[in-house]
């Protein structure tokens, strides 16, 4: 039977459950080529939901939730992604024209070039490596933060959506795929880094 993935928020199960359960869930997330990735979720999901830096939504196979049998700590994490808002800093060679495209309305304010301007970051985004492509593709797992993503948008607007990625050939491919284009180049902990945009719709 094809999976039908479905979201989950921590923030919900954290609420919800026994914590012991959400801990033994989160734990089983794994993903060998970022260990970041995996870190996130094992050790700071849960207290940037508390402290409300971030929200963590969890992709499950919807069959396996519905099941009244299943319990919480033997559900199968397919993927998850982490939201936040973020200040995007426009690089100082952007023109204005660029500026206003951003912005929507104009490349200054007050008199002043504009220099930021807010956005959603989607902070993680990854499948478990215990679940394959057939289950939940990359894309899907992008259109679901998406997803998320225009609720906020819906109640309280935004223009542009951000990701900070490893400079990998395949990361970068990926999110090029999917309409983002890269705004800066910029580094973390030695490592270089790609800072992505894409506009919402």
């Known amino acids: 039977n094809a999976i039908k993935p479905i979201i989950i928020s921590l923030q919900a199960l954290n609420n919800q459950s026994n914590h012991q359960d ?18 996130f979720l094992r050790d700071k999901a849960v207290s940037f939901e508390v402290l409300s830096k971030a929200r963590t939504y969890l992709v499950v196979d919807g069959d396996q939730a519905d099941d009244p049998d299943i319990q919480l700590k033997d559900l199968r994490i397919l993927g998850y992604f982490a939201l936040a808002l973020k200040v995007l800093s426009i690089p100082d060679s952007f023109s204005n ?59 309280v607007g935004g223009r542009i959506v951000m990701v900070e990625c490893r400079d990998e050939e395949s990361l970068v491919s990926f999110y090029q795929d999917n309409d983002f284009v890269v705004i800066a180049e910029q580094s973390d902990n030695d490592r270089p880094m790609k800072q992505m945009i894409r506009k919402i719709k």
């Not at 959400?22 to 260990?35: G, H, P, R, T």
Request: aromatic share 6%; with cysteine.
């Open 22 to 39: 959400v801990e033994f869930l989160l734990n089983d997330f794994s993903c060998e080529i970022d260990e970041d990735i995996e870190m």
């Open 97 to 155: 024209r660029k500026r206003k495209e951003l912005d929507g309305l104009s490349a200054k304010l007050r008199g002043e070039v504009i220099k930021d301007i807010p956005c959603y970051l989607i902070g993680q985004l990854a499948r478990n490596d215990k679940a394959s492509s057939e289950e939940l593709t990359g894309k899907q797992l992008l259109e679901m933060a998406f997803s998320v993503i225009q609720n906020s948008v819906d109640a």
